[in-house]
């Protein structure tokens, strides 16, 4: 065990320094443009594009400016946004991650253990009316937008019912930090969590059901039910644990592609000024440092997501320890 997550962090490494790579010559060595004045932002004076060729190294071999950049990223964390007036951008994404943190973290409580619910009595009680029922709502929730579903939480919750007693306790759009108020904190995020949850509840109810079924095929499944065990130790001991590593698969992967700023859109909706909000910024200025740096926070999220993905098969399928 100690081992495969060794060499789960090693394999961390490699993949961040070759991505590390690939965005910096993506963003910095495109054949015919010149990297000082897209850092410097549109209309720049000459002066401050000589200044910006002379502090990145632009005039120097591609390996001495690839060094220059993950030094003033990782090391002097001092890498400035000149669109955005010398806004440190290290700092800038320190800030926001804690928001996008709050907001993927809650939202995956309620749409691991909504899922898990409905995916699971639905197949135990497949093809009865409440596996049809559940499924329907699934399809429902799978098939509401984000943006619309949130729009229309806050039409209702910030609007002519707001001084009602249903949402009188519902604050103003915005975050509020955890270490200042934690109720506040719950209370400002608990209607993003839902809405940012109710795609994937449907979605991953759906991908457990049909797993669930697929394994009460197996064998195993027979076997059990004839030495007389009870149907829900099966399902919780035997099928459930099973279907559950397909499950972490697309867990790992949307955890990791939210955190790394897929919330975009329930972060601009609810006023949340995590990561994607700051990326969206970002990418209508052209703040090339800006977006090269949430390209690789990004990535790294995703990258550590699927190392804990791995290190989760370990735990669900024993099989695994022996490959």
């Not at 995703?302 to 320890?321: E, F, G, S, T």
Request: glycine content about 8%.
């Amino acid at each position: 065990m100690f081992v495969m997550i060794l060499q789960r962090l090693t394999q961390m490494v490699f993949v961040m320094f070759g991505i590390s790579v690939l965005v910096f010559l993506i963003f910095f060595a495109t054949p015919g443009a010149d990297p000082a004045a897209r850092i410097a932002g549109r209309n720049a004076a000459p002066e401050t594009v000589a200044a910006v060729r002379r502090e990145f190294g632009f005039d120097q071999p591609k390996a001495t400016q690839y060094a220059i950049m993950m030094r003033k990223l990782f090391v002097m964390r001092d890498l400035e946004s000149f669109v955005n007036r010398g806004m440190k951008v290290v700092p800038a994404i320190a800030e926001a991650t804690p928001i996008t943190l709050s907001l993927v973290f809650g939202a995956a409580v309620f749409w691991v253990i909504g899922s898990i619910l409905m995916g699971a009595a639905a197949a135990a009680l497949r093809g009865g009316i409440i596996d049809r029922t559940l499924m329907i709502v699934s399809l429902i929730g799978l098939a509401m937008p984000v943006f619309w579903l949130g729009e229309m939480v806050n039409l209702v919750t910030q609007g002519r019912w707001h001084d009602t007693v249903l949402f009188s306790w519902v604050p103003g759009l915005g975050y509020v930090a955890l270490t200042e108020d934690p109720p506040g904190w719950a209370r400002a995020l608990i209607l993003p969590w839902l809405t940012l949850a109710t795609t994937y509840i449907g979605f991953y109810a759906r991908i457990l059901r049909a797993s669930l079924i697929d394994v009460y095929q197996e064998d195993f499944i027979h076997a059990a039910r004839a030495r007389g065990i009870a149907e829900w130790r099966i399902m919780m001991r035997h099928a459930l644990r099973c279907s559950l590593v397909p499950f972490a698969t697309l867990f790992g992967l949307d955890f990791g592609v939210l955190v790394g700023g897929g919330a975009l859109v329930t972060e601009v909706v609810f006023g949340l000024n995590g990561v994607g909000k700051l990326t969206y910024d970002s990418l209508q200025n052209l703040d090339l440092p800006m977006i090269m740096a949430s390209v690789i926070y990004a990535s790294f999220f995703v990258v550590l997501a699927n190392a804990a993905v791995d290190v989760a098969y370990v735990a669900l399928d024993p099989r695994v320890r022996t490959r």
